[in-house]
């Protein structure tokens, strides 16, 4: 609980008082490696605290094919935010790398801290900017980037990614072929 604190601290004032009324409601679990936090056809209800372990977001397409389109890891918080707001079914699967540490705050828990702590509202927004501005960074990077640039900065986004997951979902994230992914690896300078 004490990594949710500092990265609740680290955004709004929040008091003793108000962070105890706040985690006696949040609920710690353990997920081993591949379990599923969130499914398609469901709606989000739930907005998940990474205290420790990766996971991934991933759409599925119609051909079955498995799209990376996010990763989160330690400190971060993950949801289907849009459907989560919406009160609308995901089209998302959140699902984990590695045997991960969660702590999962309902929605009754959200909407309280939203009326009863001091800056609720605020650190709703701060958590909607950052997500908001991720994806628009991610839309820009994948037209404006090559895959050679994408590439070199995905550690800036997810610091040492390449030693904890398998290769073809970094090429998924990133928009190409595990094969691209090799040669660019090696230094190539094929273009996509």
Not at 75 to 104: G, H, M, P, W
Request: proline share 4%.
């Amino acid at each position: 609980m004490e990594a949710l604190y500092k990265a609740i601290q680290s955004m709004i004032n929040i008091s003793g008082t108000e962070w105890e009324r706040f985690a006696e409601n949040c609920i710690e679990k353990k997920f081993p490696r591949h379990a599923f936090l969130s499914k398609p056809l469901a709606v989000p209800n739930e907005i998940f605290f990474i205290a420790n372990g990766l996971v991934r977001v991933l759409v599925t397409d119609e051909e079955g094919i498995d799209h990376s389109i996010h990763f989160a890891m330690e400190n971060q918080f993950i949801c289907d935010y849009a459907s989560f707001l919406q009160r609308k079914s995901s089209i998302y699967t959140i699902q984990t790398l590695e045997e991960s540490e969660i702590i999962v705050m309902p929605r009754s828990l959200i909407e309280w801290g939203y009326k009863h702590l001091q800056e609720g509202n605020k650190l709703g927004r701060l958590i909607a900017e950052y997500y908001f501005i991720y994806q628009d960074n991610r839309i820009k990077n994948m037209i404006a980037l090559s895959p050679k640039e994408r590439y070199d900065s995905i550690t800036e986004v997810f610091p040492d990614i390449h030693n904890r997951i398998p290769q073809h979902m970094i090429a998924s994230y990133l928009g190409i072929t595990p094969v691209h992914l090799s040669r660019l690896k090696k230094g190539g300078k094929r273009k996509n």
